[in-house]
């Protein structure tokens, strides 16, 4: 008996170290993020509503080169699937995966694709800026710099029809690739909307304090750009023509994921990939910048409190809900990252799965939103 109160003293002052050191190290640990005080609104129901769970992307069919590593972006070119690929590839593949071929290797991480009027493949790319890949396979850089500033971290593009401008995105000029997770805690709104011209070689700044900006369309008749941003769970329009010309509003806002990337089908509707559905020890901390700091320097350590959820929005012109994919299951397509209307299908892409997918457009559209 008398040893054992030895012992329950030993074990508190182990206890208390280990507090004592857990304590430190989140509270002292070195780190570069500065988290910015905001209030997010508060998140939409997944159990009921507009974006109520449902199995509609379950049990998808793949599609293109197998064993491939993050097909994030993605073209459909006459039966061929061109994309971006994590080894700094852009490829190209039969939609039956029997074969592949390798189109350039930036060097880097090509994360948004775009087709210009004149064949060249336009490519966003995270660490080496704006590219353009000419019909002999040669690489130009055509853009790394903006308003004087470095582009830190440039993420998806889309090109006008007549070939004069390149609408792309600066997630962040703080951050650079593979610090998503960083930057969408810290909010620092150091994200851009940018346009470059091909004729004079100039990109100019139509839009900063963005929360990552991240995927890009242009609307009907090119009337104005998209950009979704998915630091606070939004897309935000900058319109180019009319009378509202050089001003921006909000598309849609509290959206129940994050935002990646955007595409238009030419015909009166926007696909939207959420990267991830709203988590709520991220919003509960957003107006504590001391809290978050300690929920970075935890994350060194532990998981990203990210939940695996394949998850897509349909809409329309007016930023109405027409459409609501998800798939929560634990062989999910998931996280998407892109996803395209082609023909008679949906087609997506992902920053970390190993092939593409496809659903029959009619599924998507089935039913209620």
């Not at 880097?108 to 966003?124: K, N, Q």
């Not at 800026?129 to 470095?150: E, I, V």
């Not at 006008?160 to 810290?186: L, M």
């Amino acid at each position: 008996m008398n040893s054992v109160a030895p012992r329950r003293v030993r074990f508190r002052h182990l206890l208390l170290v280990v507090v004592i050191a857990i304590g430190a190290f989140l509270l002292l640990l070195p780190t570069k993020v500065q988290p910015v005080a905001w209030t997010p609104p508060k998140a939409p129901s997944l159990k009921t509503g507009l974006y109520a769970e449902n199995q509609k992307l379950k049990g998808l069919q793949s599609v293109g080169a197998p064993n491939i590593d993050g097909p994030e972006a993605l073209l459909l070119e006459d039966g061929w699937l061109i994309s971006g690929l994590h080894d700094g590839r852009v490829i190209r593949t039969a939609l039956d995966g029997g074969s592949l071929h390798v189109l350039a290797n930036t060097g880097g991480r090509p994360l948004g694709l775009a087709r210009h009027p004149d064949g060249r493949l336009i490519i966003a790319d995270a660490i080496k800026g704006l590219l353009a890949l000419d019909a002999k396979g040669q690489l130009h850089t055509l853009s790394t710099y903006a308003d004087g500033r470095p582009l830190g971290f440039t993420d998806d593009v889309a090109v006008d029809a007549a070939g004069r401008y390149a609408y792309f995105s600066d997630a962040s000029s703080r951050w650079g690739y593979g610090q998503d997770g960083e930057a969408v805690i810290e909010h620092g709104g150091d994200g851009r909307l940018l346009r470059y011209d091909f004729q004079s070689g100039q990109t100019d700044q139509l839009l900063d304090g963005l929360q990552f900006a991240n995927g890009i369309a242009l609307g009907p008749q090119e009337a104005y750009v998209l950009v979704n941003e998915t630091g606070a769970y939004r897309i935000s329009r900058y319109w180019l023509s009319g009378v509202k010309a050089g001003t921006h509003d909000l598309f849609i806002d509290n959206l129940p994921g994050l935002p990646d990337n955007l595409s238009f089908n030419g015909q009166g509707r926007f696909w939207v990939a959420l990267y991830a559905p709203r988590n709520a020890l991220l919003d509960g901390t957003a107006p504590y910048p001391l809290v978050r700091k300690m929920l970075v320097r935890a994350m060194t350590v532990l998981p990203k409190p990210v939940e695996k959820r394949a998850f897509v929005l349909g809409l329309d012109t007016q930023g109405q809900v027409v459409a609501n994919l998800q798939d929560a299951s634990a062989d999910s397509y998931a996280p998407i990252t892109t996803v395209r209307e082609y023909g008679d299908a949906l087609y997506f892409g992902s920053l970390t799965a190993s092939h593409m997918a496809r659903l029959p457009l009619k599924v998507a559209l089935s039913g209620a939103p």
